[in-house]
Structure formats: structure tokens, C-alpha cells
T-cell receptor, first 113, second 112 residues
């Protein structure tokens, strides 16, 4: 079974731009979560989607948004990028039998200049 | 509320030596506990998890962890490490309907 895939793997943007990251979960997984990982803050939860509905949301500004499609693929969008948004963005999916175990993708490395 | 503390930010060890990475958690309800490993430029990979039952949990790559409710700990151990175990290790806790909380990570550095 293919793992969680994230595209693109690397991205360079400038301040003020917006960016969209994509995540394809493991086949059959309906829950998708997004995390931001930085050296200073560690892993911070952004949001979780289940069956196209946002189920949980972390403490991030409204510039960070996401959505999930009917095939469980998910996208997250960051508008008006700031230097501090430079991070590794990780996506994780969970099987329907339990949402406790998460399977992570390789991440998208976003650099904001 | 829940929280997790990884007591060591970095653990250096020689190859073939035993290692213990420490994790303490706090939660007012029963918990699920996890250890993940992250190799450079990769995502997190699940090493092992404790959901219920036996307090000694065995995972992949020869790692094991013991859930200690009285000490609210979930330390990760390996009897003999290899160079390839050099990576970042994350402890995570999840209780009830809360989203998982991750520790800040422990960098395991295995020297030849």
C-alpha cells in the first residue's frame, strides 16, 4: 500500500505570497491532520479533517486554512506568507478503525524569503 | 489538558551501547502513548504505541517502551544501538478526544 504523499516536497516563496500544499492519504484513510514543524516550536497541530469536515483546529491565525475532498485528499493554504511560516509541513492520515495511530508523509519544506 | 515532556534534547551514545530516551506526560484521563522516529528530511514513522494492556510495548527496529502509570512515564529503550538509529525521536500523548500532543524531540546521536 502506498504511503502518505505530499506535494511539493520543497517550496520557496516570498513574503506576502500565498501557497497551497497537497496531501494524499493512504488508501482507505479518511482522517487527515496537518502539522507545522519548526526547530523552535517543535510539532504544532494545525487542523484535522474527517470526511470533508474540519474536526479539530489548532491555535493558528486565519491565514492558515485547509480542506478535504471527497477522495480524502487534503490541501492546506497559507495566505500572506510571513518569514515565520518557514517550516516543514507534515500531513498524517489515520485508518478508519482507529484515529489514534497516525501515518506521516515526508513533509513539504516551505521557505519564505 | 495533556502535555508531554522529553527530558533530554540530545542523547549521545556509542554504537552497541544501550540507550534510554525519557518521556513524561500529564493528563487527567487515561492516555494513549506513542513514540515516533524522524530521519533527516523525512516524516515521522511510528515506532510503537501503548493503547492498553501489557505495559511493556515492543516496537520496530528493536525498540521497546514501558508505560508506568504511577510515574506518568513512557521511556523508550534499546539494548544495543546501531549507527542507523541516529535520528530524532518524538514522544506523543493522546487522551480522550484531544488531538495528539508531541514532545519537543530527543536527538539520538550514535557514535562509532
Amino acid at each position: 500500500k502506498a504511503g502518505v504523499t505530499q506535494t511539493p516536497r520543497y517550496l520557496i516563496k516570498t513574503r506576502g505570497q500565498q501557497v497551497t500544499l497537497s496531501c494524499s492519504p493512504i488508501s482507505g484513510h479518511r482522517s487527515v491532520s496537518w502539522y507545522q514543524q519548526t526547530p523552535g516550536q517543535g510539532l504544532q497541530f494545525l487542523f484535522e479533517y474527517f470526511s470533508e469536515t474540519q474536526r479539530n483546529k489548532g491555535n493558528f491565525p486565519g491565514r492558515f486554512s485547509g480542506r478535504q475532498f471527497s477522495n480524502s485528499r487534503s490541501e492546506m493554504n497559507v495566505s500572506t506568507l510571513e518569514l515565520g511560516d518557514s517550516a516543514l509541513y507534515l500531513c498524517a492520515s489515520s485508518p478508519p478503525s482507529t484515529t489514534d495511530t497516525q501515518y506521516f508523509g515526508p513533509g513539504t519544506r516551505l521557505t519564505v524569503l | 489538558a495533556q502535555s508531554v515532556t522529553q527530558l533530554d534534547s540530545q542523547v549521545p551514545v556509542f554504537e552497541e551501547a544501550p540507550v534510554e530516551l525519557r518521556c513524561n506526560y500529564s493528563s487527567s484521563v487515561s492516555v494513549y502513548l506513542f513514540w515516533y522516529v524522524q530521519y533527516p528530511n523525512q516524516g515521522l514513522q511510528l515506532l510503537l504505541k501503548y493503547l492498553s494492556g501489557s505495559t511493556l510495548v515492543k516496537g520496530i527496529n528493536g525498540f521497546e517502551a514501558e508505560f508506568n502509570k504511577s510515574q506518568t512515564s513512557f521511556h523508550l529503550r534499546k539494548p544495543s544501538v546501531h549507527i542507523s538509529d541516529t535520528a530524532e525521536y518524538f514522544c506523543a500523548v493522546k487522551s480522550g478526544s484531544y488531538i495528539p500532543t508531541f514532545g519537543r524531540g530527543t536527538s539520538l546521536i550514535v557514535h562509532p
